[in-house]
Each structure stands twice: as structure tokens, then as C-alpha cells.
């Protein structure tokens, strides 16, 4: 029986991998795909879903419903430079030959119901059994939490891709981009009492697509492949110029490959909290994965990621 699940995403390149690894994981049944504003406005998120969606030509899609457009306290920060204005690394304005666009805007209009109401109803639905798999900040997640927590505590799991704890971050020397962008919502789901499991920068910095693969499989000319191609052309020049890789990482498929089978990764029970306050370290996870004397656990961090096996299943579910 595939465990059901919820995407939480702010949908740029390695979200839009990230759903085409949810909907091509036998293990996985995407209940609903909900959007929050983060590497790009909420309005591109929920584009660029149905427009990945639209890649699968799939017969069943999930629910898509719009969430959050602005952190609970912070101030709004995009992330064009490395998605793209679009979110998916340009895209949407691309030509072929004849000068039509090559991915015109998909005509599927979203839910009229919001994600923090859509998520603790499927919790409620399912009580015990519905993973969130959270890909981008965690406004939806906190907004939910806030609302309606006792339905909340009803869910299985929250994956996070999110924190950096033995490693640096990557949007400040101690902060990872997703909890640095709504530090407030982290903390909130911190204290939410529902399981948690974070997937790190220390792992997903190990998950690591290289350019010549992508290439490799576009040429085979599944259209898969070509999207994939198209739309991290950018995503992989930036990882290029700014962190010394010819390929680039694939943040959020690593938190979906865990929803799928978590025996991909190793992980250990933590205190985990965010600074929400602190000058320089707005954002920075604080845990100490030596030892219990932070706290009483309240998640799972993953410290080590079998590379090879998470490789093997991304190019076989998504490019091949
Ligand atoms: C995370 O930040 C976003 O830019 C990516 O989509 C990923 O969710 C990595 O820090
Ligand atoms: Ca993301």
C-alpha cells in the first residue's frame, strides 16, 4: 500500500524534480501538491506545478492549492538568481525553431481551497497516516499548525528539506535557504509535537546530479529528459559559477526519495530549534547531534545518504 503523501513546495528547479519524483515513486500516493512562496512568487509556484505536471501526461494528477505569499515575520526574499524569475530556470519564455513557445502556460487552475486548510483536512482524512514532504519555507506547514493542531498531530511525518548541522548553509555561513526564509514557521513546527524528519544540506549537498548525465538522457529524447535538461540549464550554470560543480543538487528529490524509502538515508534523534532573532545567525538550525543535553528530541536528522542508491533511483524514475 503506497503511504500517502502531501508536497509542500515553493516550486522551483529542484522542486519541479522533486515532483516528478513523487509521481513516478511506486511507494508514494500524491495526495495534493500544495504551493508557498519561497524560491519564487506564489503565483510561478503553482504554474510552474501544473506545468510539471503536465510533462508526465500523467491520468491521474493530484490536487494543486495555493498557500502562503509571504513569510509569517520576515521580510519577502526570492531566489531568481539561482531558479530563475520564473522559478524554473526560464522555461516558460523558451522558444522551438518555429518560435512557439515550448512550454506555454498550463490552462488547470488551482483549488479554491487553501493549503492551510487542505492539509490538516487530508491529516484529519487520514489520521496516522499522511507524510508531509516539505520542500520549500515552512509558512504552509505553520499556518496549518497554527489553525488546526490537533488534526495536525494526526499526520505520520513532516520531511523537511531544510537546516544545516554539521555543515554550512548556503544562504548565510550558518543558514540553509528554506528555514532562513521563514525562520518563524521553522520554529513553529519545531514546537508542533508532530514527528519530524529534517533533510539537510549535509546530506542533499551529497545528492548530486551531474551535467553530462542530464545531457546524456536528454539526448535519448524522452520528454522527461528534455525537460529536466531545459529547465536546470540555468540551475546548473549557477552551481557551476558559484559552487564548483559541473551538475547540480537535488535538494528536494532527496526528501521525496525518503518518503519513498527512507532506508536511503541514516538518521539520528534530535533537539532541533531555529534562531529567529539573532543578527548573523537568523535561520541557523541549532542541535546538538552528539548528544541529548540540547533537549528532548523532537525530530530526525539525517546524517548520512547512500549515494549511490539515491542516484540509481532519480535517474531511473525521472530521466530514464
Ligand atoms: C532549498 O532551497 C531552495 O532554493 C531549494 O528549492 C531547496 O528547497 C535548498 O536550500
Ligand atoms: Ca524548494
Known sequence: MPVRVILDTDTGVDDALAILLAMRSPEIRVEAITGVCGNTPLENCIRNIHLTLSVLDARVTPVVAP??????????????????????????????????????????????VHAADLIPDLAGRYPGELVLVAVGPLTNVARAVMKDPDRMRGLREIIIMGGAFETGGNVSPVAE?????????AQIVCDSGIPLVFVPLDVTRQ??????????????????????????????????QNRGVNGCFLHDPLAVAVAAREDLVTTVPARV?????GDLTTGMTVSDLRSDRWGEPNARVCTAVDVQAFTTLFEERVLA
Do not use: K
Request: aromatic residues 8%; negative net charge.
Open 273 to 277: 530549534d531555529v534562531e529567529t532573532a
Open 207 to 240: 545528492a548530486f546530479l551531474d551535467a553530462g548525465t542530464i545531457d546524456h538522457f536528454a539526448a535519448e529524447a524522452g520528454a522527461r529528459a528534455v525537460f529536466v535538461r531545459d529547465c536546470t540549464a540555468r540551475y546548473v550554470a549557477f552551481h557551476r
Open 177 to 185: 535557504f528554506n528555514i532562513h526564509a521563514d525562520p518563524h514557521a
Open 67 to 112: 498557500g502562503e505569499d509571504r513569510p509569517l515575520v520576515r521580510e519577502l526574499a526570492y531566489a531568481g538568481e539561482i531558479h530563475g524569475d520564473d522559478g524554473l530556470g526560464g522555461v516558460t519564455s523558451q522558444v522551438d525553431a518555429d518560435g512557439r513557445r515550448t512550454y506555454p502556460d498550463p490552462v488547470q487552475r488551482p483549488s479554491t
